[in-house]
């Protein structure tokens, strides 16, 4: 595994990270991947240089997600759970709402023979996880769009929306974490006829009662959901709904 630089090693310890505690204990199979540099880089809360400036940018660790940086144990099922979600499937074509670090894009490529993500987020500096994911597996494609996940989707842009004539295998939507952005979200990917949905962070009141609503609106049922972590906050995050259109 990668070695902390004593820098590193005092946000590890600031955040009590049980990352390195419990490496032993990391399922054999999915070892490498836990241990994967890449990931690390990717995972990390430690300042992070970015052009001409350092960033505290917290990935995943304090801002939920599929991994977090301090919940070793959590991270590892989820990571089993995604893998199996990208197994189970198969995409080819995917839409992502929310890269922030690039996780998903990292799961993909190591999951998935090929691929071509579509994966937006407001945050310019997503670019740059982006960047080191495709330098790092040479394999698939991923296009980033710089900008907010509503913007692509608001009905006077639509027709010249790069995703309005796409026809997409597979959603991940973890963007604005809003009833009213996961809704509008929801109903574009129902638009696209997307046959696969997942969608993150379910745990939160406001975000479950839109897909409820959404549900009952439309030709998807929820058929898997997974629960994920519990942030320094004590709030639930990174827990994961799928989704699939009954009329394919």
Not at 19 to 28: A, G, K
Request: glycine share 6%; charged share 30%.
């Amino acid at each position: 595994m990668k070695q902390v630089t004593g820098d590193e090693k005092f946000h590890a310890e600031k955040w009590s990270s049980d990352w390195y505690t419990l490496r032993e204990e990391i399922p054999s199979d999915i070892k490498e991947y836990m241990e994967d540099n890449l990931l690390f880089e990717l995972v990390r809360p430690w300042p992070l240089e970015i052009g001409d400036k350092k960033q505290f940018r917290a990935a995943f660790g304090g801002n939920g997600g599929i991994l977090d940086y301090r919940f070793c144990r959590e991270s590892w099922e989820n990571l089993i759970y995604i893998r199996g979600v990208l197994e189970k499937y198969k995409p080819f074509k995917i839409l992502e709402t929310g890269t922030n670090a690039g996780i998903f894009s990292w799961m993909c490529s190591n999951f998935l023979d090929d691929f071509e993500i579509h994966t937006i987020d407001w945050n310019p500096n997503s670019k740059t996880f982006v960047d080191k994911i495709k330098d790092y597996f040479n394999k698939g494609e991923i296009i980033f769009y710089n900008t907010k996940s509503p913007d692509c989707f608001k009905n006077e842009w639509w027709d010249e929306s790069p995703f309005s004539k796409q026809k997409f295998d597979f959603a991940f939507l973890d963007a604005g974490h809003t009833y009213d952005i996961l809704l509008g979200e929801l109903r574009a990917v129902d638009e696209l006829k997307v046959p696969v949905l997942m969608v993150d962070d379910w745990s939160d009141d406001k975000l479950n009662r839109a897909i409820e609503d959404f549900v009952n609106e439309s030709d998807y049922e929820v058929v898997d959901s997974k629960a994920g972590t519990t942030n320094s906050e004590n709030k639930k995050v990174g827990f994961v709904k799928i989704l699939e259109r009954k009329n394919v």
